[in-house]
Antibody, heavy 122, light 109 residues
Framework: QVQLVQSGAEVKKPGASVKVSCKASGYTFISYYIHWVRQAPGQGPEWMGIINPGVGSTNYAQKFQGRVTMTRDTSTSTVYMELSILRSEDTAVYYC???????????????WGKGTTVTVSS | SYVLTQPPSVSVAPRQTARITCGGNNIGSKSVHWYQQRPGQAPVMVVYDDSDRPSGIPERFSGSNSGNTATLTVSRVEAGDEADYYCQVWETGSDQTVVFGGGTKLTVL
């Protein structure tokens, strides 16, 4: 079945970086874009950006430009999200989610990973 | 940037109908998607493209979109429907971006 499996929880100090992985299975990896969404405690989801696993092109939310990098490894069907210069406000659950449309993003997310908790604390 | 406005909470008795609204400027011209999120779990898409339902989602979940308001309707509400619900659009202007509403807590009385 289609699934996205994310890496485990992380604890980081302010100023550090974190890299979260998301391994896809059950479908053609390069045919569907992947979104990254985060959710701070008690808050709603916040979109961070999108990657085209086929060619590696990205589009980041303005808020995160300069701090976020999304990459992919087609040999392992895995996408990565790296967030740098972490601050306490980056404490959140980070989700990867598949865009529901083949080849061109539709904006809706039909399959989600279970989430990766990132805690930023000194 | 585009703003989606949802009521913080909606309460309904079992077997009644819940309607959750999502307001936005001329939202009827956009495709609206809805997600259900239970505590401690990832969101699950329950409606996409205003009114389409993914496989596995009960027919009790339906959506509509017109003018400045999109609506998620949950018919014959069950205790298991208690969750947070988020609307979402994909902005495709000069800067592509995803916008989520603030969320609505559906309480089953």
């Amino acid at each position: 079945q289609v699934q996205l499996v994310q890496s485990g929880a992380e604890v980081k100090k302010p100023g550090a970086s974190v890299k979260v992985s998301c391994k896809a299975s059950g479908y053609t990896f390069i045919s569907y874009y992947i979104h990254w969404v985060r959710q701070a405690p008690g808050q709603g989801p916040e979109w961070m950006g999108i990657i085209n696993p086929g060619v590696g092109s990205t589009n980041y939310a303005q808020k995160f430009q300069g701090r976020v990098t999304m990459t992919r490894d087609t040999s392992t069907s895995t996408v990565y999200m790296e967030l740098s210069i972490l601050r306490s406000e980056d404490t959140a659950v980070y989700y990867c989610a598949r865009d529901g449309s083949r080849r061109a993003p539709s904006g809706y997310m039909d399959v989600w990973g279970k989430g990766t908790t990132v805690t930023v604390s000194s | 940037s585009y703003v989606l406005t949802q009521p913080p909470s909606v309460s309904v008795a079992p077997r009644q109908t819940a309607r959750i609204t999502c307001g936005g400027n001329n939202i009827g011209s956009k495709s609206v998607h809805w997600y259900q999120q239970r505590p401690g779990q990832a969101p699950v898409m329950v409606v996409y493209d205003d009114s389409d339902r993914p496989s596995g989602i009960p027919e009790r979940f339906s959506g509509s979109n017109s003018g400045n308001t999109a609506t998620l309707t949950v018919s014959r509400v069950e205790a298991g429907d208690e969750a947070d619900y988020y609307c979402q659009v994909w902005e495709t202007g000069s800067d592509q971006t995803v916008v989520f509403g603030g969320g609505t807590k559906l309480t089953v009385l």
